[in-house]
């Protein structure tokens, strides 16, 4: 079995009826081959997507796709935001939040949307999105550092083998001056 990839976005959604005041949330999407799970944080409260398998297979019927380009589209709009995609995250009452997106089919604009319900622990799902940010920050330092050692190392070397370099260079010009001085 193929074992889930995660991703997770910062959003940036203006209020409908307050376009200057804007509220940011971290979507947190885990991506499976035919479903998908996304934990949603504002930093105060946190919603829960579980879109089933039966879920995602009823609306890429609805959108005339395979679920394997249903789950890729969503990651990819869930994952890094798009630019020219119209982001929302409203309320659909009783706690629960719609996390909506546009994107463009064959030249018409579409809008997918999703319910999120109240996350029964707040507190762990951001700390779980929190985490995940945390670990990532890690990795990607790790791996700066590492590109540099690697960069350092390289460049080095080339040091080393201009010096060599330079230094055959000059024995050739001895050589041949010796040579040439004797003929």
């Known amino acids: 079995m193929e074992s889930p990839r995660h991703k997770c976005l910062k959003l940036v959604i203006s209020e409908p009826d307050n376009v200057t005041e804007s509220e940011p949330i971290f979507v947190k999407g885990t991506w499976y081959p035919t479903r998908f799970d996304l934990s949603i944080t504002n930093g ?4 829960t997507c579980h879109a089933t398998e039966e879920e995602v297979k009823e609306r890429a019927s609805q959108w005339d ?7 890729d589209l969503a990651e990819k709009y869930l994952g890094f935001e798009q630019p ?14 719609r996390l909506t997106w546009t994107f463009e089919k064959e030249g018409t ?3 997918w949307r999703w319910k999120c319900q109240p996350s029964p622990n707040s507190k762990k799902t951001t700390a779980d999105v929190l985490d ?4 990532a920050n890690i990795r990607l ?4 550092v590492l590109k540099t050692q690697s960069a350092e190392r390289l460049k080095l070397e080339a040091e080393k083998c201009l010096a060599q370099s330079e230094k055959l260079g000059n024995e050739k010009a001895e050589f041949e001056n010796k040579i040439y001085g004797k003929v």
Do not use: T
């Open 84 to 97: 020219g995609s119209v982001y929302g995250f409203s309320d659909a009452g009783n706690g629960f939040r």
């Open 141 to 144: 330092s790790e791996e700066v």
């Open 109 to 111: 604009k579409l809008e």
């Open 132 to 135: 995940f940010l945390m670990d």
């Open 44 to 47: 105060l409260q946190a919603w």
């Open 65 to 71: 796709q395979p679920v394997s380009e249903y789950i």
